[in-house]
């Protein structure tokens, strides 16, 4: 069995730049046993842009 994690990292709106450093985020978790699965970023906007994505990870419930 697993638990997962979801983080949202916030996009700017005038670049789509993220607001924060999303490798630092997946190496932190990385550390604390947490495996990245995928990144998701859902559309969030009219012209098909999104203002967030999420990284989401998994771990086993040993």
Same mark, same amino acid.
């Given at each position: 069995? +697993?638990? +997962? !994690? *979801?983080?949202?990292? $916030?996009?700017?709106?005038? &670049? &789509?730049?993220? !607001?924060e450093? +999303?490798?630092?985020?997946? /190496? $932190?978790h /990385? $550390?604390?046993?947490?495996? *990245?699965?995928?990144? *998701? /970023?859902?559309?969030?906007?009219? &012209?098909?842009?999104?203002?967030? *994505? ?9």
């Amino acid at each position: 069995m +697993y638990e +997962y !994690k *979801f983080i949202q990292v $916030k996009l700017s709106r005038w &670049n &789509n730049v993220p !607001k924060e450093n +999303y490798h630092e985020i997946i /190496a $932190k978790h /990385a $550390k604390d046993g947490w495996r *990245f699965v995928q990144l *998701f /970023a859902p559309v969030t906007s009219g &012209n098909g842009s999104s203002s967030f *994505f999420e990284i989401i990870f998994e771990r086993s419930l040993n």
